[in-house]
């Protein structure tokens, strides 16, 4: 084991009985190439990546949501099936039988019509917002794995330190990039928020401050709504 620059101990991939990794493995050895990993030694490190969401958007079974013509299926819809873990099995069910009872409700039941009350004046916007990566490493570090009151609270007062109503922002007039970095921070912010609420371990959410899985808490979901959106 090797310490690493956070203190904690490294883990690592053996590969010496590999012949030829290389050539076997390109895109892995050019990242290790990348990194200044040298294979020759023959173990690779590894370290905890960000894979699956497992869910998010309220829907029915036909993948429909309560904003008429808007569906959602996959990583971010929360179909029932995801429970606290997401698994190859759920990708499978969420790609046939979703998909498949998605494609029939719109073909066999929703025209598409139009509705004028979803068509609102953009308010023109000028945000200030922090950069893509600096969200990514900011839920990864403190909302990721690990998770306690203290790395929550710090990733809510920093998501709110950028002066966005989350509840009011919606209709703005911005950019498509701009757009994209405030669905992100906004996401981080429901999780953060939804994650501190939470007072128990269970599945990929771990609290390391309320380690056990809370009876309290079985079969029981945070559901978030525009309206009952709260700055904490």
């Known amino acids: 084991m090797k310490r690493s620059r956070l203190g904690s101990p490294s883990s690592y991939l053996d590969i010496s009985m590999i012949d030829h990794f290389a050539e076997h493995f390109p895109t892995i050895a050019h990242l290790c190439e990348k990194a200044g990993v040298d294979i020759h030694q023959g173990r690779i490190p590894v370290s905890p990546g960000a894979h ?36 190859a099995s759920h990708s499978l069910l969420e790609a046939i039988t979703f998909a498949q009872a998605m494609a029939e409700k719109i073909i066999v039941e929703d025209d598409f019509p139009m509705f004028p009350d979803l068509f609102v004046s953009l308010k023109p916007a000028v945000l200030k917002l922090p950069a893509k990566h600096d969200i990514q490493q900011m839920m990864f570090k403190y909302a990721g794995i690990w998770r306690s009151e203290k790395t929550l609270k710090h990733v809510i007062k920093w998501c709110e330190s950028w002066g966005i109503d989350f509840a009011d922002c919606a209709n703005l007039d ?4 701009a757009a994209e970095r405030l669905d992100m921070l906004t996401v981080a912010w429901l999780i953060a928020t939804s994650a501190l609420d939470r007072t128990e371990s269970r599945g990929g959410h771990m609290r390391i401050d309320y380690p056990n899985e809370e009876e309290i808490w079985r079969q029981k979901s945070i559901i978030r709504e525009v309206s009952k959106v709260e700055q904490y």
């Open 174 to 177: 911005i950019t498509k990039a």
């Open 52 to 87: 699956f969401l497992m869910g998010g958007i309220d829907v029915t079974h036909e993948g429909q949501t309560t904003l008429p013509g808007l569906y959602a299926i996959g990583e971010a819809a929360r179909t029932g099936v995801h429970g606290a873990n997401r698994i």
